[in-house]
């Protein structure tokens, strides 16, 4: 399977629950529709006063990858991702209001107002963005490799997308996870797109799992906008990678509705197609879980207009958090850790200062 | 008699009492578990602490920069260690965009406790890929430290510090050092950045050296002793943070000052040590600052022709006198 043959194919319609239990499959529906909402308030508040100032990618579109890992990772896990980063942030259960705040650039803010949406982080939950593609793809073998040194269960995970592939150090990091077997999984949503140009314009071919399959690493393609489809194939993929069987790539086929960056469309620039928007319109990943779920039984007009009105008073407070949040004022002393405790404690100063005359006499070299 | 080591010995014993004093403390470079052990830096680590402490990687340096963060994220303080500081060069991302960043980027919540060792080559024909000392690049960046030790003893108790500091550390290694010998304490012990030591005392004029300009200008302060000219000598020791209160302090007293950086001479360490005096003391100086750096140009290969490119004691004598001389 890759992008191309996928999308000619018609709308899936039907999600297999799998025997999953209610409450889940709602997490799921509801982590995806929590994520859309809050895209769609901060873009009504993108352009309004002292309100947000810096470069969001909105993820709307792409909700069922992080609406399908947020279950799966315990607060021991480390999570890393790209620039489009609110889906994953709210994966790892870091609290609403600090993103917000954040993005407000306010004190209150995940950090303080120091990262903005594209770098943001949330360290006491292990969760970490940043704008320079494959940062995370790179930076998560790390963990990875710390975590099967220490014998540990726990796993690193990476979100990015498919353009991070054409960075050298993305098959420097799928090499070393292969060769280790290391507790990594990674997400690649494939949306096609590297801002406005096309993967196949980039690329050979649109089916990077079969590639990165011959490094030693397992891989499974998917729909990506199924989320209880995206649910198991993660879970497998974290449960081997707990169990020491080694790195898991996944590649998920999806569909950014949003612009690249910024609130506003950016279909004038004319990359792609409105067919196409309307044909992944059609594949709403939210659209799709609720047909499904009301299909079934599960889910009924009382329990959906409850949930979206606790998920709308949870926005509006987290904007007027932000709003009522005071501005940072000071950033020169975060660059610099502030005391080495574990140097101190570990060791004396020296207090030998010499330097012998003959020490000016060593022999340089030979090289 | 106090122990000596050579330089090398000095790094290979700070790195064994690391791995010794604290089990987060993980060797990870190129053959840093075969036999050569990074000109004997990294000899029977691998013995004693296995091999997954003390471990080789693919020829992926890039990724071998971003798995030390991630390492350092979940708990271990990895000591990256590259044979030559030019193959360290494909992980300037990992450096810039991510290490040196990371504590701000999380407003000083999640620290990334990195040790870089970069050892420089010199001399044997090493030539334009083997020879770069770009301290001064990575003293530019913030949220970095950058150490480039002289003696046996400060490359032991720098590289210590670095280890258990809570900052990203870069320690520039001059392989011209390596067969050094001093005097080493053996107890593990710290040397703090951004601290300066006087390593000969003089009163007309205060050279600050930074890595292995040190031994050349203390031999060529032996030597101007011999014109009465009594030479103060200053090893920079770190670049970041730049103890530049410390050059201040010794230029009070002679008034008169050369900069030594083993690098080249456009937009490097020296000139910003320079700056620091002159905006600060510039009325004091009685004479115009000099710099010894390496010529705007790479390294040529020929013996021939690193004898012009490298400076030599004769060089630092006619610094010396020039700025002696009343003309200025």
Known sequence: MNHQTFSAQPPPTRIDFCKLDRLLLLELYRHMMRLRRVEEALIREYRVGEGIRCPVHFAIGQEAVPAALSPLLKLEDYLFCHHRSHGYFLSKRAPLNQLIAELFGRATGANGGLAGSQEISCPSVNFHSGAVLTGAASIAVGSALAFQLKGSSQVAVAGFGEAASEEGIFWEAINYAGVKKLPLVYLCENNIYSMYSHQLSRQASDNLHERVKTFGVQTHALYGNDVVAAYLAIKEAVERARRGEGAFFLEFYTYRWSAHVGPESDDHVGYRDSKELDFWKERCPIQLMKRNLENAKLLDVETERKMISEIDQEISEAIQFARSSAYPTEFLSKNSAPSNPLAEKLLPLSEFEKFDAYQADAVLGPY | ?328
């Not at chain 2, 680590?45 to 402490?53: A, N, S, T, Y």
């Not at chain 2, 990371?102 to 620290?111: L, V």
């Not at chain 2, 951004?194 to 003089?202: I, W």
């Open chain 2, 1 to 328: 008699m106090m122990r000596e080591l050579t330089f090398s010995e000095a790094i290979n014993e700070a790195l064994y009492q690391a791995l010794e004093l604290s089990d987060q403390v993980i060797v990870i470079g190129q053959l840093v578990n075969f036999k050569p052990a990074v000109f004997g830096t990294t000899s029977g680590l691998v013995q004693k602490f296995g091999p997954k402490r003390v471990h080789d990687f693919p020829v992926s340096e890039s990724l071998m920069t971003s798995t030390g963060l991630g390492a350092a994220l979940a708990g271990m303080r990895p000591v990256l260690v590259h044979h030559r500081m030019d193959f360290m060069l494909y992980s300037l991302d990992a450096i810039a965009n991510w290490l040196s960043l990371w504590r701000f980027k999380a407003n000083g919540q999640s620290s990334a406790p990195v040790t870089i060792r970069a050892v420089v080559g010199k001399g044997w024909g090493q030539g334009p890929q083997h020879s770069k000392s770009l301290h001064g690049w990575f003293a530019h960046l913030p949220g970095i430290r950058v150490a480039v030790p002289a003696t046996p003893h400060d490359a032991k108790g720098l590289l210590l510090e670095s280890i258990f500091g809570e900052d990203p550390c870069i320690i520039v290694e001059n392989r011209s050092l390596f067969s050094m010998k001093g005097v080493v304490p053996e107890n593990p012990y710290r040397v703090p950045f951004g601290r300066s030591v006087v390593r000969r005392t003089g009163r007309d004029l205060t050279i600050a050296a930074i890595g292995m300009m040190v031994p050349l200008a203390i031999r060529a302060a032996n030597e101007a002793a011999m014109e009465s000219i009594d030479v103060e000598v200053l090893d920079m020791r770190t670049v970041a943070p730049l103890d530049i209160a410390g050059v201040i302090a010794s230029v009070e007293k002679t008034g008169r000052l050369i900069v030594a950086d083993p690098s080249w001479q456009r937009v490097n360490v020296g000139s910003e040590i320079v700056s620091g005096v002159v905006e600060k003391i510039a009325l004091r100086l009685r004479a115009s600052p000099l710099r010894i750096s390496l010529p705007q140009s790479h390294a040529p290969m020929s013996a021939a022709l690193e004898e012009q490119y490298y400076p030599s004691e004769k060089r630092f004598l006619e610094n010396i006198r020039a700025v002696m001389s009343p003309k200025i």
